[in-house]
């Protein structure tokens, strides 16, 4: 089995970010955001502080696993929080182990390197795979006041 690479992008890898990014969106069968907005957004992200990227390879081949980290101080935990978003492994690398080992890096990053305190993700629930990856490494929709955890979202703009 080949080597598993992880490691967290540098501002003169926004290129390889963002072809990952835009591979990711025509994935999902989008047609925007476009790709001139996936580019500003890398630029402006990757070198703001709260923001990491991380990309992941197969041996060693080129970047084919990106996943965004943000950060943010959360009242709850008294802490850091990080929001892992977008982990995205090109179809060729699936089923390699990359997908866990990007999120294995990331929640290491989080808590050590970022000293956050926890890690939050949403996940379509069609999407089988992902979801008992997640499962499989803790994350969950129970909490400790009984109920189920529900990540909502509400876009605020024309498109609303």
Not at 15 to 26: D, K
Request: charged share 25%; hydrophobic share 40%; net charge negative.
């Amino acid at each position: 089995m080949k080597q598993l690479r992880v490691w967290v992008a540098s501002a003169s890898e926004a290129a390889e970010v963002t072809r990952l990014l835009i591979s990711f969106r025509n994935d999902l069968g989008y047609d925007w955001p476009s790709d001139q907005s996936f580019s500003d957004g890398v630029a402006e992200l990757i070198g703001d502080g709260s923001t990491d990227y991380l990309l992941g390879a197969v041996g060693d081949g080129p970047a084919v696993g990106v996943c965004q980290l943000r950060f943010r101080y959360g009242l709850w935990q008294a802490g850091n929080d990080c929001l892992l978003e977008d982990l995205f492994v090109e179809e060729a690398a699936r089923g390699s182990g990359l997908g866990r080992a990007m999120t294995l890096f990331a929640i290491q990053h989080a808590a050590s390197t970022r000293t956050s305190r926890r890690i939050e993700l949403d996940v379509n629930e069609a999407n089988v795979p992902a979801l008992k990856l997640y499962e499989s490494l803790g994350f969950g929709i129970k909490n400790s006041h009984g109920g189920r955890d529900l990540y909502l979202r509400r876009n605020l703009g024309e498109d609303s």
